[in-house]
């Protein structure tokens, strides 16, 4: 099966390991990659904002399946216009790319069709003052303030005071999200612990991958501002088997067959961010891709024809036979990052360890890297996603950091906590 990957981040290398190790022989090609998609994949050539040179070059080339990996692209359209040249895509339309690409919209479609999740306003820019208003007859703090649009997980603010909220609004309204921040809405405050299911849909049925918890705050014990994720690991304990249950028919289940409803069917993977409260999940958000860095721990645990289940997805029939076992260990990804991330960080940092690293059945992927002059060197926030496995939750947090003890460069910052939470649950 030959196969087009779009992205260049720390999921698309996890993405291209999996489609790798399917059964089904896969040739890779990837779009944009990075050093570590490209030791698997071959570099393609083509423009992917240039709709007529992409159609072009999947055709010319004979492309079975192109794999989206980022938000960005699905919500330009990318997968409408591969579709309509009857080219097979694993990811969703524009408009079902909404539940991701517009909070407010998300939100109207969780109340509309009964899927639980918190209490929220919408404010358009306009609006200052009534959204002022609206805080300051809020009785009960924190409250969460949304940047409507895709802000690469940082336009989130957890407001812990009445100050805090009109000062992060007036940020939010003076542009610092860009059009983002536009409309913003503002949710009730969920407590709870959080996890992350990912569903493979056709657009009717569904599968979903093992669980994990990802670690959205910069610093240990969940302290600092919000990042794409510092580290997750799978499966997330306080997912047990019922509360998965709960969410299959609270939650996957309603949004796949409202999106059929509302005329756009969803055909990807459907991201369920959950906060579960004594064993009762509700939605934090939706995405409509795999979650960074959740897709490095999930797919090191996954067992099955992973190119045969995004194809057979992409096709409208579900194969579910394509998976073995969705869990068949336990892992660990903690993220090495540049120290500054999520703000302005350093570049250019020479790479050391990585050999030495993948050990005892660690792998270590590429998220911001690149070949300067022949040398693997630091290219953005999220550097490497070093994901051990092991036979329990501790001994893949242990190989993790053991992995991660092997790997150098300059100005290097990862959390010494991931996995913790996981480790508490099950004591
Ligand atoms: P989001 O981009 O909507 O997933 O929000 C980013 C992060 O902010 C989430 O992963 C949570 O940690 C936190 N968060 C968002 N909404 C809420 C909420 N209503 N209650 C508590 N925490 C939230
Ligand atoms: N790790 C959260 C996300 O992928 O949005």
Do not use: W
Not at 65 to 79: C, F, T
């Amino acid at each position: 099966m030959k196969i087009l990957l779009i992205g260049s981040g720390g999921r698309e290398h996890a993405l291209a390991y999996a489609l790798k190790k399917s059964d089904t022989p896969v040739e890779l090609l990837c779009t944009q990659g990075n050093p570590g998609i490209l030791q698997l994949a071959k570099k393609a050539d083509v423009d992917i904002d240039n709709s007529s040179e992409l159609v072009t070059f999947c055709r010319e080339e004979k492309i079975d399946l192109v794999v989206v990996g980022p938000e960005q692209p699905l919500a330009n359209g990318i997968a409408d216009i591969l579709r309509e040249n009857s080219i097979h895509v694993f990811g969703p339309s524009k408009k079902a790319a909404m539940l991701e690409s517009s909070k407010a919209f998300a939100k109207e479609f969780m109340n509309k069709y009964g899927i639980p999740t918190a209490e929220h306003k919408k404010f358009d820019k306009g609006k200052i003052n009534i959204c002022k208003e609206y805080i300051e007859g809020l009785q009960s703090f924190p409250v969460v303030i949304k940047a409507d649009g895709l802000a690469a997980g940082k336009g989130v603010i957890i407001a812990e005071t009445k100050e805090e909220a009109i000062n992060s609004v007036e940020d939010m309204f003076s542009g610092k999200f860009g059009k983002a921040g536009d409309t913003l809405v503002i949710e009730e405050f969920m407590k709870g612990q959080e996890a992350s299911i990912l569903a493979v849909t056709d657009g009717k049925d569904f599968i979903t991958l093992a669980s994990s918890q990802d670690h959205k705050r910069i610093f240990d014990d969940d302290k600092g501002p919000n990042t794409g994720g510092m580290g997750a690991y799978s499966p997330a304990p306080v997912v047990t088997n019922e509360v998965l249950d709960k969410v299959h028919r609270e939650i996957v289940i309603p949004a796949i067959e409202g999106m059929h409803q509302e005329g756009t069917p969803f055909i990807g993977c459907l991201y369920a961010g959950l906060m579960i409260d004594n064993g009762t999940p509700k939605v934090v958000e939706f995405n409509v891709r795999f979650g960074d860095p959740e897709t490095q721990a999930v797919l090191m645990n996954f067992d099955g024809d992973f190119a045969r289940l995004l194809y057979s997805a992409s096709d409208g029939k579900l194969d579910k036979s394509a998976v073995r076992n969705v869990c068949v260990s336990h892992t660990c990804c903690v993220i090495m990052a540049s120290k500054g991330y999520p703000d302005s960080y350093p570049k250019g940092q020479l790479i050391t360890g990585i050999e030495e690293a993948e050990i005892n059945g660690s792998l270590v992927f590429h998220a911001g890297t690149k070949y300067d002059n022949g040398k693997l060197t630091a290219s953005g926030g999220r550097v490497l996603g070093v994901t051990g496995k092991g036979n329990t939750l501790q001994e893949a947090i242990d190989n993790a950091y053991y992995s991660v003890s092997k790997i150098n460069f300059e100005n290097c910052f990862y959390r010494k906590d991931i996995g913790k939470k996981g480790l508490q649950q099950n004591s």
